[in-house]
């Protein structure tokens, strides 16, 4: 399900995904087909690790990213989650073929 609030969304970000929700910044980014892409693959993600350990391995990884590189947009980008998600962002077929916990050969 797609809810928009400005209010929620980080600075510098378009959207989020919080299970079972995609929250976008805007309406008009509803039909943003690679943006709402990129957030399902997160929704998958999250269900994948039964939602908790997600969040608990999301914000590890990133901790352990920003300790090495000491620069907050590339531990980001870094996150083996976010690299499924921005690599395959644009196969809007990705999720079809996509196998289970994918997200491990980007880690």
Known sequence: MILISKHIIPKGFQGIT???????RTPSLKTNQVLVNHERIHLKQQLELLILPFYIWYAVEFLIRFVHCKNWHMAYRNI?????????????????SRSCLAFRKYI
């Open 80 to 96: 083996s989650f976010e690299r499924e998600a921005y690599i395959n962002e644009q196969d809007l077929n990705y999720l079809k």
């Open 18 to 24: 919080l299970y079972p929700f995609v929250v976008l």
